[in-house]
C-alpha cells in the first residue's frame, strides 16, 4: 500500500512554510527557511521557522471508510533575530507578536499533497505554546524563541 499524502514528510514541510511564509513576508518579516540558502549578514532583523518532527501520535481509529489514522504532532519553532544595538528593546517581542497574530492558538490551515496539484488532504491545527522567551546572546543579536505544537491526522 502506498504512503497516504498526510504521512508524507515533505508534505507535511511544505505546507507548513507555504501557509506561514507568505504570511510572515506579507507583514514586512524576512524569513530564514529550513533548507534554502540565505545570505543574512547585512539583515537588521529576520524570523527563523523551523519544523521539528516530534514523532509518535496517537491511534486515531478508522480516519476514514479505507484507512485508520493516528494523531501526528510536530513542533513549530520561530527564532527571532534583531541586531544590537536598537533603539526599541521591545522589538524582538514585537515580532514575536506580529508571528503569534499569524498563528493564533486553534488556527487551521490546509495540508496539502504536493504531488498532486497541491490538493488538500486534511488540515493542520495549532495546539499550544510550548516556549515563549528571550534567549540571551552576547553576539551582537537579541533573540526570542517561540514554539508552537502542531496536531494533524494521519492516514495509513
Known sequence: MA??????????????????????????L??????????????????????????GGDYAGWADADRRGAWKQALLSFNVFVKQPLSNAYRPRTLRDVILG????????????????????????????????????DKGWHQHNLTLRLEWLEKF
Not at 12 to 27: D, E, F, M
Not at 35 to 53: F, H, I, K, N, P
Open 3 to 28: 504512503l497516504h499524502a498526510t504521512a508524507k514528510a515533505v508534505n507535511v514541510a511544505k505546507s507548513v512554510y507555504a501557509r506561514l511564509g507568505p504570511l510572515l513576508a506579507a507583514q514586512g
Open 30 to 55: 524576512t524569513v530564514d527557511y529550513e533548507g534554502y540558502r540565505q545570505d543574512l549578514t547585512s539583515a537588521s532583523e529576520w524570523v527563523q521557522m523551523r519544523l521539528l518532527d516530534a514523532g
Open 102 to 137: 499569524q498563528v493564533e492558538i486553534w488556527t487551521t490551515f490546509d495540508l496539502k499533497d504536493y504531488e498532486a496539484g497541491a490538493m488538500s488532504v486534511g488540515s493542520f491545527r495549532v495546539l499550544e505554546v510550548l516556549d515563549d522567551r528571550r534567549i540571551p546572546n
